[in-house]
């Protein structure tokens, strides 16, 4: 019924983790079509701010389901995920450094957004890099 390293634990883990994420992705979605519908209709303030900052709301539901999530793993999944942050900013600033270089050269000036972007790309590689490690490993046995 479970296959290797999965137990009823972990499966029940797993399940918690993806309704958690779920949940705060729906809020994300829910309040970024609030925020859309009314913020240009407010005037400047802290109210405009506040709606604008609706979906937020989501992010943090997200950002404690990924802290729960790697508090619950084992001390050996933590270390792997840890190795993965920390290439994964490594990768980033190295990207975000080198563009801005660029920018000066007369490149087109990005937003924010695109170091979120270049994070979620470089956390994607890592993980990629670390399974196919994880693959060459197991063939070796």
Request: proline share 3%.
């Amino acid at each position: 019924m479970f296959s290797g390293w999965e137990t009823p634990t972990t499966r029940r883990n797993g399940l918690r983790y993806f309704a958690e994420v779920a949940f705060g992705v729906l809020l994300c979605f829910v309040f970024s079509r609030i925020a859309k519908a009314y913020v240009a209709a407010l005037p400047d303030g802290l109210t405009r701010d506040a709606v604008a900052l609706l979906p937020m709301i989501g992010v943090l539901v997200i950002g404690a389901a990924i802290l729960r999530a790697i508090r619950r793993t084992d001390e050996y999944g933590q270390r792997k995920l840890l190795a993965n942050l920390a290439a994964t900013g490594g990768l980033t600033m190295v990207w975000s450094i080198g563009y801005a270089m660029l920018e000066h050269a007369g490149w087109p000036r990005l937003s924010m957004s695109s170091v979120w972007v270049a994070a979620s790309i470089a956390w994607l590689l890592c993980s990629v890099v670390e399974v196919l490690q994880n693959l060459a490993a197991a063939r070796r046995r």
